[in-house]
C-alpha cells in the first residue's frame, strides 16, 4: 500500500474543511457532508470550534482507495492521510507545524480573493519546509472572475509553474505504472500547455523537444522538486472539482518510499492533552513502532508506548504497531513534545512565525498561581510558542494576536472552568551582543565548587542560540561539559538590558574547573549563569525588537498617505501594483508600529483598506528607542537575585559575593580573553606569573584540603539549600528542543584531515597507528531495530541483545581489521569495579560504579588519540560534539550498522 500525507492550506473561509468533506464524500469515507457554517463538520469536532465556525486545532481523516477505484489513478492500495489546518493568521503557527509531515499540500484558493498576501505567506512556509504543492481554485460558482483572469494571476503572482491543467486526466487506471502515457493538455484557453510544463526544467525540455511526450513520472519529478503546481478549478459545496483533484494526487503521486528512514524514526507535530496524559502525533518515518516499545530516544527513556491509535475525525482505532508512513496518536510517551524529532529526524529548530505580543494573565481572587499553572502547563504543552511562564504571582504568555488571546481565554474557560482575562500587552524583546566577550563564573560556598569560562560570540540575525566546546576532556570531564551545555541551552539568564530572552550568541566553553569532592551539577548552572551575566555586564548588549513584513491593499488616492505612514514608523515600502483604483504596498516595518495599523488604515479609505501582516525576525533597536524602552521597563541587573552577575568565593574560611566587575581577577584558571578575543598569545613569563598566582590564589581561599568539612561561610546553609533546591527544579525539566550545535575552528578535524595525514606519513615511512574502534554498546543496542526488538522487561532479553550485539562487533572486527572495545555502562551498579574480558575477540569493558560509558569513552580517547586511530560509535550528540575536539573520528549508530552490512556483503562477493 502507497501512503501519502497530504495538509490542505489556505487563508481563513477559503473553504479547507469543505473541500475535506467533498473529497471524503466522494470517496465514500463519510455517507453525507457536513458544513462548517451548520457545525456539522466531519473534521470540527471541537465545540469551540463548532461555536465559532472557524478551525482553531489541525485534524486529520483518513482515504483508503483500493486499486481499482474509480478515482485511484495510481494502480496501487493507496492511503491518503489528509491534515486539515487552521486558516486565521493568529493560528498560522499549527499549521507550520503540520509541514514537517507532509508530502504533499493542496493550496486552496479562493476564486473571488485570487492570491493573497496570505497565499504567498503560505507559499513561502511550503518552501521553507520543501513541501511540493497542487492548486485548487475553490468558490468558483460564487466568483464573476474568469477562469483566465485567475490563471493570469496564478502564473503572475505565483510563478512560471502555476499552470492550469485539464480535468480530464486520462480515463485509465494504471497510468502511473505505464511511463509511455502522455501527459493530457491542459486548458486552452490560457497559455498553459504540454510545452509550458516541459520548459519548467532543462531535463523535460530536452526530452519534450526530443520525444514530444512527457511521462507521468517526468511529472512527478517536476512537482516533488517544486517546480511544477498544477491548478484545477471547482466548487467543493457543490462537489465539483474535488474528484478532479483526487485523481491528480493518485496518478502523480509522490515516491514515498525514497524519503523513509532506515531506522525507526519519527516526527512529533502535535500534542493534546486527555485527563492530565499527552497524546503524541506523530508520523513514522521509518522502521516500526510497536505497542509497549521505548521510543529510539534518551529524553523518552522512561516512556513506553501504551496505545497506538489511528484517528479519523473526532473517533479513532487501535493498533498493535504503526509502520513507515502511518499518521497515528501513541500515549504513554509524557516527555514528548511538538517539534520532537525522534531517531534520525532533527527537532523543529526555529520557528518561521513566531508571536511578537506577550499579555500578563489576571486570575480570579481564590485560584492560586501555583495550583493553577500545572492546568496552564498542558496549554503550553499543545503550543510551545504561548511560552507560558509563572514568576511570583503573575502568569505571563506570549500569543499571535488578540483573536488568539480570545480563544484562549474561551478554551481555559470551557476546558479548567476558571474566567481568565488579559492585560493590554506589550511587545517581546530580546537581547543579543555586538562584540565577542569572556564570561567568568564561580560558585564555591560551603562544600560547593565550580568555575566556567564563556566565550560568548554574536551570530546572525536569526541563529538563536548555539553552543560548543574548546575544552580537552582531560581538563573537564566530558559529563560537565554535557552539565554546562544543558545548562545553556534550557536554562539561560536573561539580558541585562530590559530583562528580555537572549538570541543569535554562539557560547563556547573555554575552560571549566570542577573538584573531585565538591562538585555537584547545580554547581555548575550557578557557574554558567554568572558566567553568562558577567560577559554581558562586560559586553556592548543590543535591544532588537520584532518587524512585520506587510501588504497594503488601499485606493490608489490613499497610497501617499500610507507611504508616509511607514516612513514616520522607520520602515520600508515598495509599490507592487497600482491602476487608476487601486494600490497594493508592501515593506517592513516594526511591529509595535503596525499592531494596531488597521484602525487608521479603516479610518483614512473608509473601509476599503486592508493589511496583511507577517512576522520578519529580529533587528536592532535604534539607541533612542533602546533608551526609552530600558526608562520605561526600569531594569536593575544588579539587584536581580534569581540571575546574579558576581560570583561566589572562598575567602578566609568564608563564602564571599564578589561583584561582577572584580570577580574576574579573582578567577583560578588562568583567563583565555587575550588569546581568544585580541588574538594575542601570552608569553612563558606571562603563563608562569599566572600559575604562580594562581597557586597563591587557591591556597588562600581553599587552604588545608583536610580542613575544608570545618570551614564556615557567611552564606547561611539556608541560602546555600535554597540555591540547590532552585537547581533541582531548573534542571528537572525536559529539554524542548535540538538547539544547533557547532563545532569550534580550532578544535575541528575532518576525516580528510586525517586522510591526508595518513597519506603524509606513509609517504614519509612512518608506521601507521593501530586503529580501534570504541563503541557505546548500550546506545547502539537501543538504537539498533534488530538489537531493540530483542528487549523487553526481563533482563535476559537484555544479556541476549548484549550478545548478539557482540557477536556482529566479533565477525566486524576481522573483517575491518582493527580493535574493538565494546563499552557498557554500569554506573548505577553499586560497589562495582572496572571489569573488562574478551569475547570472541572484542575487548569488552563494564564501567566502574559512577562512572559512565561517556566518561570512560572520553578517557581512553585523550590519552591514547596521538597512538591510535580512534573511531567513536555513538548517537548521543553531546559526546560526539566533545570526542571532535580530541583528534577521533565519530561514526553514528546508524554509520554503524550500515558499514556492518557492507563488510558483511564482501563475504558474499
Known amino acids: 500500500m502507497k501512503k501519502l500525507s497530504i495538509g490542505i492550506l489556505a487563508h481563513v473561509d477559503a473553504g479547507k474543511t469543505t473541500l475535506t468533506e467533498s473529497m471524503l464524500y466522494l470517496t465514500g469515507m463519510i455517507r453525507s457532508q457536513g458544513r462548517v457554517d451548520n457545525g456539522d463538520a466531519f473534521l470540527d469536532t471541537e465545540t469551540l470550534e463548532k461555536k465559532r465556525g472557524v478551525t482553531i486545532y489541525s485534524k486529520q481523516a483518513m482515504i483508503d482507495l483500493a486499486a481499482d477505484a474509480p478515482l485511484n489513478m495510481s494502480g496501487d492500495d ?10 486565521h493568521t493568529d493560528f498560522v503557527a499549527e499549521a507550520e ?3 514537517s509531515v507532509l508530502n504533499l499540500a493542496v493550496l486552496l484558493i479562493s476564486a473571488s480573493d485570487g492570491v493573497t498576501d496570505i497565499t504567498r505567506k503560505i507559499v513561502h512556509m511550503l518552501g521553507e519546509y520543501r513541501v511540493p504543492y497542487v492548486i485548487f481554485v475553490n468558490k468558483m460558482d460564487m466568483s464573476t472572475r474568469s477562469r483566465e483572469t485567475i490563471a493570469d494571476e496564478l502564473i ?7 499552470i492550469p491543467v485539464s480535468p480530464e486526466l486520462v480515463p485509465g487506471t494504471n497510468c502511473m505504472a505505464d511511463t509511455s502515457e502522455m501527459v493530457p493538455g491542459t486548458d486552452g484557453g490560457t497559455d498553459g500547455t504540454i510545452e509550458s510544463i516541459a520548459s519548467l526544467s532543462e531535463k523535460t525540455i530536452e526530452k519534450f523537444l526530443s520525444d514530444e511526450t512527457l511521462t507521468d513520472s517526468d511529472v512527478t519529478e517536476l512537482i516533488c522538486s517544486g517546480l511544477f503546481h498544477p491548478a484545477l478549478f471547482g466548487s467543493a459545496l457543490k462537489n465539483e472539482g474535488a474528484d478532479d483533484l483526487i485523481r491528480l494526487i493518485t496518478r502523480w ?8 528512514r532506515k531506522t525507526t524514526s519519527a516526527k512529533v507535530f502535535k500534542i493534546a492533552c486527555e485527563q492530565g496524559h499527552k497524546l503524541s502525533f506523530v508520523k513514522v518515518t521509518g522502521g516500526r513502532l510497536n505497542v509497549r516499545d521505548t521510543l529510539p530516544d534518551t529524553r523518552c527513556a522512561d516512556d513506553k508506548i501504551t496505545q497506538i491509535r489511528i484517528y479519523n475525525g473526532g473517533k479513532y482505532t487501535t493498533a498493535d504497531f504503526a509502520e513507515a508512513g502511518d499518521v497515528v496518536v501513541l500515549t504513554g510517551i509524557e516527555n514528548a513534545f511538538a517539534g520532537m524529532g525522534i531517531g534520525e529526524e ?48 503573575v502568569i505571563s504568555l506570549s500569543v499571535m494576536g488578540e483573536f488568539q488571546l480570545e480563544i484562549l481565554s474561551s478554551v481555559i474557560e470551557e476546558r479548567f472552568g476558571v474566567k481568565v482575562s488579559f492585560d493590554s500587552g506589550e511587545i517581546i524583546y530580546k537581547e543579543t551582543i555586538a562584540d565577542a566577550v569572556m564570561g567568568f563564573g564561580h560558585f564555591e560556598p560551603l562544600r560547593h565548587y565550580a568555575e566556567v569560562q564563556l566565550l560568548m560570540e554574536p551570530l546572525p540575525e536569526g541563529s538563536g542560540i548555539e553552543v560548543g566546546s574548546m575544552v580537552s576532556v582531560d581538563d573537564l570531564s566530558i559529563n560537565w561539559q554535557k552539565n554546562i551545555m544543558s545548562v545553556i541551552l534550557n536554562d539561560l539568564p536573561t539580558g541585562v538590558l530590559t530583562d528580555s530572552k537572549l538570541t543569535d550568541i554562539r557560547f563556547t566553553i573555554a575552560g571549566g574547573r570542577s573538584h573531585i569532592k565538591h562538585t555537584e551539577g547545580g554547581d555548575f548552572r550557578e557557574a554558567v549563569r554568572r558566567a553568562v551575566r558577567q560577559g554581558l555586564m562586560k559586553a556592548d548588549s543590543v535591544l532588537l525588537e520584532p518587524y512585520y513584513e506587510f501588504v497594503i491593499t488601499l485606493p490608489a488616492d490613499s497610497l501617499g498617505k500610507a507611504m508616509n505612514d511607514i516612513g514616520m514608523m522607520n520602515g520600508t515600502s515598495s509599490i507592487d501594483e497600482q491602476d487608476e483604483e487601486t494600490a497594493v504596498l508592501s515593506g517592513t516595518a516594526p511591529a509595535r508600529n503596525l499592531i494596531n495599523y488597521q484602525s487608521v488604515l479603516t479610518s483614512y479609505t473608509s473601509g476599503k483598506g486592508h493589511i496583511d501582516l507577517s512576522f520578519a525576525g529580529y533587528r536592532p533597536c535604534s539607541a533612542e528607542y533602546t533608551q526609552s524602552v530600558m526608562d520605561e521597563k526600569y531594569y536593575d541587573p544588579d539587584s536581580d537575585t534569581a540571575s546574579p552577575s558576581g560570583s561566589v568565593f572562598v575567602s578566609h574560611g568564608a563564602g564571599e ?18 588569546e581568544l578575543i585580541w588574538g594575542e598569545a601570552e608569553s612563558e613569563e606571562e603563563q608562569l606569573e599566572k600559575e604562580a598566582d594562581l597557586k597563591r590564589r587557591i591556597a588562600e581561599s581553599r587552604g ?21 533546591n532552585r537547581t533541582s527544579h531548573a534542571n528537572s525539566g525536559t529539554r524542548k528542543g535540538n538547539t544547533k550545535r557547532v563545532y569550534h575552528e580550532k578544535r575541528v578535524i575532518s576525516s580528510a584531515s586525517h586522510s591526508a595525514k595518513n597519506n603524509r ?6 608506521k601507521e597507528r593501530p586503529k580501534y574502534l570504541l563503541v557505546d554498546a548500550y546506545n547502539i543496542i537501543h538504537a539498533w531495530d534488530e538489537l531493540k526488538s530483542l528487549l523487553s522487561d526481563s533482563i535476559y532479553d537484555m544479556d541476549g541483545a548484549k550478545y548478539r550485539l557482540l557477536d556482529i562487533l566479533s565477525e566486524y572486527r576481522v573483517l575491518k581489521d582493527c580493535e574493538v572495545i565494546a563499552v557498557f555502562d554500569a554506573y548505577k551498579v553499586q560497589g562495582h569495579v572496572t571489569e573488562k574480558f574478551d569475547y570472541m575477540g572484542v575487548h569488552v569493558v563494564y564501567t566502574r560504579e559512577a562512572e559512565t560509558a561517556d566518561q570512560y569513552i572520553a578517557c581512553f580517547t585523550v590519552i591514547n588519540s596521538k597512538d591510535l586511530d580512534i573511531t567513536v560509535a555513538t548517537s548521543d550528540s553531546l559526546v560526539q560534539l566533545i570526542i571532535l575536539g580530541e583528534n577521533a573520528k565519530l561514526m553514528s549508530a546508524r554509520e554503524l550498522r550500515d558499514d556492518v552490512k557492507e563488510v558483511k556483503s564482501w563475504i558474499k562477493t
Not at 253 to 260: A, C, G, R
Not at 665 to 674: G, L, N, Q, Y
Not at 704 to 724: F, Y
Not at 761 to 766: E, I, L, Q, V
Open 657 to 674: 559575593y564578589v561583584p561582577w566587575y572584580e570577580a574576574e581577577s579573582r578567577m583560578h584558571i588562568p583567563s583565555r580573553e587575550a
Open 156 to 162: 503572475r503572482k505565483l510563478g512560471p509553474g502555476a
Open 253 to 260: 503521486l509522490p515516491d514515498t518510499f525514497v524519503s523513509y
Open 704 to 724: 588545608d584540603a583536610g580542613s575544608l568539612g570545618v570551614r564556615l561561610g557567611s552564606m547561611g546553609t539556608d541560602e546555600i539549600d535554597e540555591i540547590i
Open 346 to 393: 532533527l527537532d523543529d529548530e526555529t520557528h518561521i512565525n513566531r508571536p511578537v505580543l506577550r499579555y500578563r494573565m489576571i486570575l480570579p481572587d481564590d485560584i492560586p498561581v501555583r495550583t493553577f499553572m500545572p492546568k496552564l502547563n498542558e496549554l503550553a504543552a499543545e503550543d510551545p510558542l504561548l511560552d507560558i511562564t509563572a514568576t511570583g504571582d
Open 78 to 87: 493507496v492511503r491518503i492521510t489528509i491534515i486539515d489546518t487552521p486558516g
Open 761 to 766: 606519513n606513509a609517504s614519509s615511512g612512518k
Open 97 to 99: 507545524r503540520v509541514l
